[in-house]
């Protein structure tokens, strides 16, 4: 019977550093791989992923799928029953190594009715609606914040670290002569800092009309 190991992650930023810690942990012998491309989105039916359906074309009768936390592989309620189908049909077991669901047999079916069990149901639903409800509130959180930046005039991103009405004065001074490296210890900032504020605020090199001072040999 073949470990088939199922990874993937939402966006090409992210890694599967922690999924392959958690499955290397569970010491899963001879493992056959499916990785879905970076970014593939969680919004994408499990059943129409590349990897996942790849997977379940490769995978045989008591064959085991491998995932090292439920939402690596579903995210709503209803794709994770539909997943669950899948696999009940194929005769697959389903082990889930880490989260909520971890010590839970999602697989587990009715003697008779050959059903999932009322239990798990239950308890897929719920957890699941909690996991939705998380992000939901996460979304709302960040929207709510960011408005009430931009409201206070807070355009978000990096802030300068030469205050706005400073910057003026900071080119004034290094046109006239003032060094980058005396501008930064003027501030109290780095030298690369004294000239972010504005793209005009202290140019790269000093105007073509200035004279370089000689250089003392003493």
């Known amino acids: 019977m073949a470990n088939l190991v199922y990874k993937r992650v939402s966006t090409d930023q992210q890694s599967t550093d922690r999924q392959n810690l958690v499955l290397a942990e569970a010491g899963i012998e001879d493992p056959v791989t499916f990785k879905e491309a970076p970014g593939t989105s969680s919004r994408l039916h499990p059943l129409e992923r590349p990897k996942f359906g790849e997977l379940l074309t490769y995978a045989r009768s008591g064959d ?11 995210r709503g309620t209803q794709h994770i029953l ?28 009715h003697p008779r009715t050959g059903e999932l069990l009322s239990t798990v149901k239950f308890m897929v639903q719920t957890l699941a609606a909690a996991g939705e409800l998380q992000r939901d509130l996460q979304r709302e959180l960040t929207s709510d914040g960011l408005r009430a930046g931009e409201a206070k005039g807070d355009k978000g991103g990096r802030r300068p670290a030469v ?23 003027e501030h ?5 800092a004294s000239v972010q504020p504005s793209p005009t605020s202290c140019p790269s090199t000093p105007p073509a009309t200035k004279t370089p001072r000689p250089r003392s040999w003493r």
Do not use: N, P, W
Request: charge should be neutral; aromatic fraction near 4%.
């Open 64 to 74: 085991t799928v491998h995932i090292s936390e439920m939402f690596c592989l579903v």
């Open 82 to 109: 539909d997943v669950l189908d899948v696999l009940h049909l194929d005769r697959l077991a389903l082990r889930i190594h880490d989260g909520a669901f971890s010590a839970m047999d999602l697989t587990a079916r």
């Open 163 to 185: 205050k706005t009405e400073k910057t003026d004065a900071v080119r004034t001074a290094y046109l006239s002569g003032q060094s980058i490296a005396a501008l930064a210890r």
């Open 188 to 192: 109290g900032v780095s030298r690369g």
